[in-house]
């Protein structure tokens, strides 16, 4: 029901205290009306002149004479209304009711009676005295039929008792709550009046009386009033909003006014200026134009309702309809043509009226507005159905243990011991058999009536041990899809999961085109990360915003694992059943994307090891790629020359590195040695190597006429082109194959080592500073001469540093050993015997790059 509880929120403990005593009230009268009308009827006069009559103001209308009676032998007629008997009148259907009993229980067969008609057509009043008769007719049988549709007679207001303070109850600050349960009040008065309220107490006799006058003046007011406004204001109501107020203050003032004798008629300032009659006519007027009125609003109501309330006002639209437009037309049919109806018609049409107040409970318990009374209704419902099969197996356990004893009894005589063990032997098979057969249908009892529970316990199961094997957001989507509408059956559902870009995309459903991606951010999504479980929606919250196009009934938000963070949302439509989602769905639900929630982490988590694993293997491939550019830069093969057999090579740490080594070729018999260190490790350091290579290799030239301007010019370069932090160490010299002489500059290096073939030992020690460090920066040429069995030994930190931790290096003087132990082998074999040994040495582990050049003199 639409509401509007933030004002009545505060009050809410007087609401309750007014419910309290309206229903004490309803209560009350409901229970004396039963009383009443099940108290037996006094005998009916052994006399009668032969008609039947009904009340109104003006007297006792004659409806019907029956043929050949001491009525229609005196004259009287159809529509002869008696104004007065013996002399005497009344001016209250109970008056005349008491009088005329009165009068016909005193009277025997053969008596007279004065009656004083007025008849249509005649100024003057007609006197008439026909003779009683003794009272003619067969009493009616009491069929089963007839006594049960009599005690469901008698039971008429619990109906709308039972669903008016249920809904008043459980939302005692709605104002259409209040609405509903006095329209129902209102209904139970509209029941006939027991004869016996005659009989009861004065005080209590005044009290039902009125009651039952002052609800039945307000009934069709109310009744036009609710359906103007629910479930949301009519077409009528829009129009003309003072008519719900007009009417229920009219029908007051014309029907109030018999509040002493239980019956409607005007009160006594309308009537003494409006006639009697006047005021029936304009009083029925008001009473079924607002029956008419109401249901025209509830029809216009139906028409112009939107998707969510159509579902509220379905149903109650075809229960009001069927129940109350038969009622009034047979009530106006009784009041305006006097028509009389049969007792089952009578029974027919409270039963029609009874799906009034069911169609509302029905449509109250369908959608949200009680969602306990589902599960005490299930749970009634269960028991009966459980207890009534427990029932059943004793009573056929039971017939089939007399049936034994009846079958059996013959094989044994009276008193035999044989009897007692029989007997017991079959009591317990009986008995075993009768609870494996209760233990299996209860268990079926249970998934048919608490099935959401299996339904919950399954998807959990399921989805715990298939989460595990789900990989990819569109897998999981399909299988919360795929549970979710297998337990709760929506009409629509929609999986949403965060995607890499951030935003909710659906991986499950077919939403329309507009809502396939969701913000998180956007109006409706953004509040869900901080609820800890499902929230159901109405139309004006969604109305205009990004979730519109899907019709979500409820929203279902899967959480990361950190406060405020969204990883997904279920969008779930209106339930096939129209039922709502209920606490234990809820519950359902929110357990379900708990595991949903687990399951997206793994799968991020595994998305990120995945693009991890192709980020690092696409860095390998280019590593490997610069590797083998950085490859291609060094020297592919040794150089020739006539007096001197020299080689090179470089073991990198890592892919690539900082260590550069190169061989010249000045012409002319002259080659130059370059073997330099670049600061660093990796790319940083590869990359400044082959900066260092390109300013070399495109200046080389100017070598041959002045080593040291060739040597500033690349210092200056590599200056300007690196953060000041990097340098370079580097050993370069000009080797002339003639002369065999060896011109160098030992930028910063380690010194190389020449072994003598005689066994005496050089150094060639540092002839300038590092490269890159300084702007200004200058270089001096040293010099020395190569004879026949000199080994030149050109190497990097990587090869002397080498070890397995820093106490036990390799050292200069193990690679002098090693060396001169090789010394008599050609360069190649020098230069592989001095690597072999620094692994062995190093057991393996490289911490630095390792580069080396061997130059044997010949």
């Given at each position: ?236 109501e829009r129009k003309v909003p003072w008519l719900k107020w007009a009417l229920l203050a009219s029908g007051t003032c014309l029907s109030l006014g018999g509040y002493r004798h239980g019956d409607s008629s005007a009160l006594p300032f309308i009537l003494a200026v409006v006639p009697s009659r006047i005021a029936q006519d304009v009083r029925r007027v008001v009473v079924y134009g607002s029956v008419f009125l109401g249901l025209a609003s509830l029809l216009c109501n139906r028409i112009n309702a939107s998707k969510d309330d159509l579902r509220k006002i379905k149903v109650v639209f075809w229960g009001t309809v069927a129940g109350v437009a038969p009622a009034a037309v047979i009530a106006l049919a009784q009041e305006v043509f006097h028509a009389q109806i049969s007792f089952w018609l009578n ?512």
């Open positions: 029901m639409s509401t509007a509880t933030t004002q009545s929120h505060k009050y809410r403990a007087l609401l309750i205290g007014l419910a309290t005593v309206f229903a004490a009230l309803t209560i009350f009268y409901s229970a004396a009306w039963m009383y009443y009308i099940r108290r037996p009827m006094p005998a009916l006069p052994p006399v009668e002149i032969g008609f039947d009559d009904s009340y109104s103001p003006a007297g006792i209308e004659i409806l019907s004479v029956y043929p050949n009676s001491p009525g229609e032998k005196a004259g009287l007629k159809v529509n002869d209304r008696i104004v007065a008997i013996n002399g005497r009148s009344a001016n209250s259907e109970s008056g005349w009711d008491e009088l005329e009993s009165r009068i016909w229980r005193s009277s025997q067969p053969g008596d007279t009676v004065t009656l004083t008609l007025q008849r249509p057509g005649l100024a003057q009043p007609v006197v008439i005295t026909p003779r009683f008769r003794a009272r003619q007719g067969a009493v009616e049988t009491k069929t089963i039929a007839r006594t049960i549709a009599v005690q469901i007679l008698q039971l008429y207001p619990m109906v709308f008792l039972i669903v008016g303070l249920a809904v008043l109850f459980l939302r005692v600050e709605d104002r259409n709550a209040w609405l509903l349960a006095l329209v129902f009040a209102t209904f139970i008065t509209s029941a006939d009046m027991p004869d016996e309220y005659s009989a009861a107490p004065q005080n209590l006799r005044f009290f039902l009386l009125a009651y039952r006058t002052m609800m039945g003046s307000v009934l069709t007011g109310l009744f036009y009033f609710f359906f103007a406004v629910f479930p949301t204001r009519s077409p009528i029974f027919a049409k409270v039963l029609l009226l009874f799906l009034f107040p069911l169609s509302f409970a029905y449509a109250v318990v369908m959608h949200r507005v009680m969602d306990i009374p589902v599960l005490i209704k299930r749970s009634a419902r269960y028991f009966m159905v459980e207890r009534g099969f427990v029932i059943f197996i004793l009573v056929f356990s039971v017939g089939l243990t007399l049936w034994f004893g009846q079958a059996f009894s013959r094989y044994f005589s009276a008193g035999s011991k044989a009897t007692i063990p029989i007997g017991a032997a079959f009591g317990v098979l009986v008995i075993s058999g009768a609870t494996q057969v209760h233990r299996r249908v209860r268990t079926r009892l249970d998934r048919a009536f608490f099935r959401s529970s299996y339904d919950a316990q399954q998807i959990l199961e399921d989805l715990a041990a298939k989460t595990l094997n789900t990989s990819s957001r569109e897998g999981l989507g399909l299988l919360l899809r795929q549970k979710i509408s297998d337990a709760l059956h929506p009409g629509s559902m929609f999986v949403y999961l965060q995607a890499s870009n951030g935003q909710l995309f659906a991986y499950a459903g077919s939403p329309p085109p507009e809502a396939t991606t969701l913000s998180s951010t956007g109006p409706g999504i953004a509040e869900l990360a901080d609820r800890n479980g499902p929230v159901e929606l109405i139309s004006e919250e969604i109305r205009g915003t990004q979730l519109a196009p899907l019709g979500p009934e409820c929203l279902v938000p899967i959480r990361g694992s950190s406060a405020g963070t969204l990883e997904g949302v279920v969008v779930l439509g209106t339930r096939l059943s129209e039922e709502p989602y209920s606490t234990t769905d809820k519950r359902l639900l929110a357990s379900v994307a708990s595991q949903a929630g687990i399951a997206m982490r793994s799968i991020t988590l595994a998305e990120k090891m995945a693009e991890q694993m192709e980020a690092e293997r696409r860095t390998e491939q280019e590593m490997q790629i610069a590797r083998q550019v950085q490859t291609r830069l060094l020297p592919q093969q040794a150089p020739s020359l006539k007096t001197l057999d020299c080689c090179g090579k470089c073991i990198q740490t890592r892919a690539v590195g900082g260590d550069y080594y190169d061989f010249l070729d000045f012409g002319s018999g002259r080659l130059g040695l370059v073997l330099a260190d670049i600061s660093g490790k990796g790319m940083s350091a590869a990359l400044l190597m082959a900066n260092l290579q390109a300013n070399l290799r495109g200046q080389y030239a100017l070598a041959l006429e002045d080593v040291p301007r060739l040597l500033r010019s690349v210092n200056l370069l590599f200056y300007r082109n690196t953060e000041t932090s990097h340098y370079a160490t580097m050993f370069f010299a000009i080797y002339d194959d003639g002369t065999r002489r060896l011109r160098y500059v030992n930028c910063g290096h380690n010194p190389p080592i020449l072994v003598r073939a005689n066994g005496d030992l050089d150094r060639l020690s540092a002839t300038a500073t590092v490269l890159g460090l300084f702007e200004e920066w200058d270089c001096t040429v040293a010099e020395c001469e190569l004879s026949p069995g000199d080994v030149l030994v050109i190497y990097t930190d990587g090869i002397s540093e080498a070890g397995p931790n820093e106490e036990e290096e390799f050292g200069e003087e193990r690679l002098i050993v090693t060396v001169r132990k090789y010394q008599l082998q050609p360069a190649g074999e020098i230069l592989d015997n001095i690597l072999n040994d620094v692994q062995q040495a190093s057991r393996g582990r490289q911490a630095d790059d390792m580069t080396l050049i061997v130059a044997r003199c010949s």
